[in-house]
């Protein structure tokens, strides 16, 4: 495949992250046949909560008569992105995962101060927040001592059992 063809794909696939983007889409697949044994297969898929991880785009080459391979995933090349956006805090070392489904309150009660903020030094113990299940008030204690770095959901949030709650370091 010729430099032109590639330089197309990547411009082609430029163009479908941000149609994925400015359209509020989730998920986009597409597949361009150049001839009979060179295509192109396209899948780019968004979460939300997450930045996407960009994987590499290369056009797939497929023998007459083989079967098609899976879907390739790709995504804009990469470019200078915070550490942040790539790395998912649920397996940062300090996560602190919630041991329930319920409702997370990061007070006591409304109007008093959080339990905690980022930056605040936490011994292990202290009350990080509160998760309300099943009309029952769950004080979540810090597992161990350090400092809250990021607070990763919200008071009044849902959460799902091991989804990560905050980091300490």
Do not use: C, W
């Not at 909560?49 to 079967?67: D, S």
């Not at 899976?70 to 998912?88: C, I, M, S």
Request: hydrophobic share 45%; aromatic share 2%.
């Amino acid at each position: 495949m010729s430099n032109n063809t590639h330089d197309a794909d990547v411009a082609f696939i430029k163009a479908l992250a941000e149609l994925l983007n400015e359209n509020e889409l989730t998920d986009l697949q597409v597949k361009r046949n150049y001839a009979d044994n060179d295509s192109l297969n396209v899948h780019i898929s968004r979460r939300p909560e997450a930045a996407a991880q960009p994987a590499p785009a290369a056009p797939a080459a497929v023998a007459p008569g083989a079967p098609v391979p899976p879907t390739a995933h790709a995504a804009p090349p990469p470019g200078p992105a915070p550490a942040a956006a790539v790395e998912d805090p649920a397996d940062h070392p300090g996560a602190v995962a919630s041991p329930m489904v319920g409702t997370v309150y990061m007070q006591a009660e409304p109007g008093a101060p959080a339990f905690v903020s980022v930056g605040d030094a936490v011994s292990e113990g202290d009350t990080l927040l509160i998760i309300e299940a099943m009309k029952t008030m769950n004080h979540i204690p810090a597992q161990r001592s350090g400092t809250v770095r990021r607070i990763l959901i919200e008071d009044g949030a849902a959460v799902e059992y091991g989804a990560p709650l905050m980091i300490i370091e």
